[in-house]
């Protein structure tokens, strides 16, 4: 088993009005990741990631393309201290 890992990353682009936030949590589930998605005033989408090394680097792959009908031009990412703070993954405001 690998190592465990938080990301939080911010996705810039057509993000907002074409599921993101579903899909993401939908696709966290799928993987096995933890943590939480927000929509941002700002246009952008939030997330904090945790989990397993690999999975986490999995879900990240996925943001960087998001769902079907969204646009990501950047995301930006740091890598955190690893809490263990979740015990899924949620759509929060």
């Not at 939080?8 to 907002?16: S, Y």
């Not at 996925?62 to 990412?77: F, H, I, N, Q």
Request: hydrophobic letters at 40%; aromatic letters at 10%.
């Amino acid at each position: 088993m690998g190592e465990n890992v938080r990301a939080h990353v911010l996705i810039t682009g057509r993000v907002q009005g074409v599921a993101f936030r579903a899909d993401t949590r939908w696709t966290a589930q799928q993987i096995g990741v933890s943590g939480w998605v927000r929509n941002r005033r700002d246009g952008s989408v939030e997330a904090v990631v945790e989990g397993e090394e690999e999975r986490v680097e999995k879900m990240l792959a996925w943001c960087r393309r998001g769902p079907a009908l969204a646009r990501v031009d950047e995301m930006k990412l740091e890598w955190e201290p690893y809490t263990g703070e979740f015990e899924q993954f949620i759509i929060t405001f």
